[in-house]
């Protein structure tokens, strides 16, 4: 079975600051895709940004990029020039390309943006 | 393009009713996924629907069910409520079953008195 753990329940950085959020995940497929999904407070959950484990170029969207160590199982969310905005849980999830194709989501981290 | 909708958005009811939650997926997506978040276990798997065939259930009692339209449409419904089954329940819609992107509604906040 896969596991996604998130070893940060919460993180706190000032506006401006780049901060980096760790998640690390298990599984026995080769082929799978990891995404970062955020929860603002009290509003539905977004995607912020998806990798395929195929790609070997980490995965880019403005200011949000990944760092995706296949070998590590390793796939960390760097946010830069931090804004209030960007406060909220985010979630790493795991999907196998193969076998019960669903979400596997760590446990979050919750994020404050301080101003 | 509107997004996931969710149907209703609160909802109280008592130990021993059933409920029924409604999804309408983004438009030209034809597979929804169920998820149950609660603070204690995080977001958990469902179920997830395709062709109005259910493809994948998660381990939840059987007390929880689902259906999907020709429309696309999702229905969950948990009948025998316990107050363990409080939860924020998202629906999440994709173009195809799989790998393809899952986008999320806002979710229907159940509280079990």
């Known amino acids: 079975a896969q596991t996604v753990t998130q070893s940060q329940p919460e993180m706190s950085v000032q506006e401006a600051e780049t901060v980096t959020l760790s998640c690390t995940y298990d599984?026995?497929?080769?082929?799978?895709?990891l995404f970062w999904y955020k929860q603002p407070p009290s509003r539905q959950m977004i995607l912020v940004i998806r990798q395929e484990a195929y790609k070997q170029q980490n995965a880019t969207e403005n200011r949000f990029s990944v760092n995706f160590q296949k070998a590590a199982k390793s796939f960390s969310l760097k946010i830069s020039d931090s804004q209030l905005g960007d406060t909220a849980m985010y979630f790493c999830a795991f999907i196998a390309d193969q076998g019960a194709q669903k979400l596997v989501f760590g446990q979050g981290t919750r994020l404050t943006i301080n101003p | 393009k509107a997004g996931v909708t969710q149907t209703p958005r609160y909802l109280i009811k008592t130990r021993g009713q059933q409920v029924t939650l409604s999804c309408s997926p983004i438009s030209g997506h034809r597979s929804v996924s169920w998820y149950q978040q609660t603070p204690g276990q995080g977001l958990q798997f469902l179920f997830e629907?395709?062709?109005?065939?259910?493809?994948n259930k998660g381990n939840f009692p059987g007390r929880f069910s689902g259906r999907q339209f020709s429309n696309s449409r999702s229905e969950m419904n948990v009948s025998t409520l316990e107050l363990g089954d409080s939860a924020l329940y998202l629906c999440a819609s994709s173009l195809r079953p799989s790998t393809d992107t899952q986008y999320f509604g806002p979710g229907t906040r159940l509280t079990v008195l």
């Open positions: 629907y395709f062709s109005e065939t259910q493809r």
């Open positions: 599984t026995s497929e080769n082929n799978y895709y």
